[in-house]
């Protein structure tokens, strides 16, 4: 089974920070990961699919990127309403989620 | 637009079984596979399985062999999970997603207790 490692489990920034959550895959997944934003008691969002592909919708802060076996979510400048927990997700095979991190305000 | 309708919120008692429906609507049921998803209080996301809608195949997480059943029903565009011998470690919020993960249910909320 591929292992999702997300990084870190929680995470609190000011407003205007860059901030940087990590998934690192336990076996080659390409580029089938994907992110997702979930606020208290809302269904998740897709933000980031196919590593770095926006959905529609996602502020363009929003970023993914791939470096190997790593991949980041990236939002450039924090704003209050991204506090939320955010998860990744491996499609290559079958599908596996990250453990999630949660974004708080400073 | 696309709608993942699911049904309501569950009580039932430890022992017993419990069928969730999902109601696709706005695009054509058989042409996405549909995916379930476990998140219990307070934690993260579990890949629970998925069904092709089209021919009923089904793949599952190893942790939820036996424990999840999914069928579907092509006539009323709905997808259904069984979820069998409940325990309270089967409390939780289950989500019916439609791949690749764009729309998702609101959910419905399983409570196991006797």
């Known amino acids: 089974d591929i292992q999702m490692t997300q990084s870190p489990s929680s995470l609190s920034a000011s407003l205007g920070d860059r901030v940087t959550i990590t998934c690192r895959a336990s076996q080659d997944i390409g580029n089938y990961l994907s992110w997702f934003q979930q606020k208290p008691g809302k269904s998740p969002r897709l933000m980031i699919y196919g590593a770095t592909n926006l959905e529609d919708g996602v502020p363009s802060r929003f970023s993914g990127s791939r470096s190997g076996s790593d991949y980041s979510l990236t939002i450039s400048s924090l704003e209050s309403e991204d506090t939320a927990i955010y998860y990744c997700?491996?499609?290559?095979?079958?599908?596996?989620f990250g453990g999630g991190t949660k974004l708080e305000l400073k | 637009q696309v709608q993942l309708q699911q049904s309501g919120a569950e009580l039932v008692k430890p022992g017993t079984s419990v069928k969730l429906s999902c109601k696709a609507s706005g695009y054509t049921f058989t042409s996405n596979h549909m995916n379930w998803i476990k998140q219990t209080t307070g934690q993260g996301l579990e890949w629970i399985g998925i069904i092709n809608p089209g021919s009923g195949g089904t793949s599952y997480n190893v942790k939820f062999k036996g424990k999840a059943t999914l069928t579907v029903d092509k006539s009323s565009s709905t997808a259904f999970m069984q979820l069998s011998s409940l325990t309270p470690e089967d409390s939780a919020v289950y989500y019916c997603?439609?791949?690749?993960?764009?729309?998702w249910g609101q959910g419905t909320l399983v409570t196991v207790s006797s």
């Open positions: 997700l491996q499609y290559d095979k079958y599908r596996t």
């Open positions: 997603v439609r791949d690749w993960f764009a729309y």
